[in-house]
């Protein structure tokens, strides 16, 4: 399996903006973001009212749906078996989140980005 993994990582390119499912990038930003207004209208007319509860009246997210206080990560972040970093709402996930990776971070995948190599 391992060999699969490195396999199938091998191929990345810093300069193509591939995603590597490391999920760097979630646990690192998920819980300092913000929600466009789009996402919001999306998610009220898709029925998430779970999702509009976890954004502030400043329009960050994720935050506790009780306390409006900020999550310190994403809370959708699933881990898969073979150890990749899986959205948990993919279909319905922030434009800020399916845009990434942006140009803050060179449009580059930040595993990749941060020169973190493979090893055999």
Same mark, same amino acid.
């Given at each position: 399996?391992?060999?699969?993994?490195?396999?199938?990582?091998?191929? #990345?390119?810093?300069?193509?903006?591939?995603?590597?499912? =490391?999920?760097? =990038? =979630?646990?690192?930003?998920?819980?300092?973001?913000?929600?466009?207004?789009?996402?919001?209208?999306?998610?009220?007319?898709? +029925?998430?009212?779970?999702?509009?509860?976890?954004?502030?009246?400043?329009?960050?997210?994720?935050?506790?749906?009780e306390t409006k206080r900020p999550l310190p990560r994403c809370p959708f #972040?699933?881990?898969?078996?073979?150890?990749?970093?899986?959205? +948990?709402?993919?279909?319905?996930?922030?434009?800020?989140?399916?845009?990434?990776?942006?140009?803050?971070? +060179?449009?580059r995948c930040m595993r990749v980005s941060?020169?973190?190599? #493979?090893?055999?």
């Open positions: 399996m391992l060999k699969l993994l490195k396999k199938w990582l091998a191929p #990345i390119d810093a300069r193509s903006g591939t995603c590597a499912c =490391c999920g760097r =990038c =979630c646990e690192l930003f998920g819980g300092h973001l913000n929600a466009y207004d789009a996402d919001i209208r999306r998610w009220n007319r898709e +029925g998430r009212e779970d999702l509009v509860q976890m954004v502030n009246r400043f329009g960050w997210i994720w935050v506790d749906p #972040i699933e881990r898969s078996e073979t150890g990749l970093t899986l959205c +948990g709402i993919n279909e319905v996930k922030p434009d800020m989140c399916r845009d990434f990776p942006r140009i803050e971070v +060179g449009q941060n020169s973190e190599q #493979i090893k055999e």
